[in-house]
């Protein structure tokens, strides 16, 4: 079996919702893995687990600082994500604006057994 190519690897990193949080946080800047800890209710082995995940992705680097090893958001590989899904794009924009268009014609229609 071939080894996973890069977006499955980043698709299947982002799958998990705590592996999302985390990078949802990371986007506001970096953090010790304490603090990325700190608003689940798992062991720190787990959210290190999560983070080897995020890190092999490519999705976070981990940096020394002394004592500290703190994860910072590498996006690179999101933007990748974004480029397969821009491919999708204008489907979901047709299908959005078929749809507007329907629901602008319903409610401009007479409703049936109404007065006008």
């Known amino acids: 079996m071939a080894p996973p190519d890069a977006l ?3 698709l299947s990193a982002l799958a998990d919702p705590t592996r999302r949080a985390i990078l949802a946080r990371l986007s506001m800047g ?3 893995v304490n603090e990325l800890a700190a608003p689940f209710d798992m062991s720190l082995p ?3 687990r ?3 995940v995020l890190e092999a992705a490519g999705l976070i680097t981990r940096g020394r600082e002394a004592q500290w090893r703190p994860c910072k958001l590498d996006a690179a590989p999101l933007k990748q994500v974004d480029g ?3 491919k999708y794009r204008p489907f979901w924009s047709g299908s959005f604006d078929r749809m507007d268009a329907l629901l602008t014609e319903l409610t401009k229609a007479p409703k049936k057994g109404r007065k006008q």
Do not use: D, E, P
């Open 46 to 48: 787990s959210i290190s």
């Open 8 to 10: 499955s690897v980043t």
């Open 84 to 86: 397969w899904l821009a």
């Open 50 to 52: 999560h983070l080897k």
């Open 30 to 32: 970096q953090a010790t």
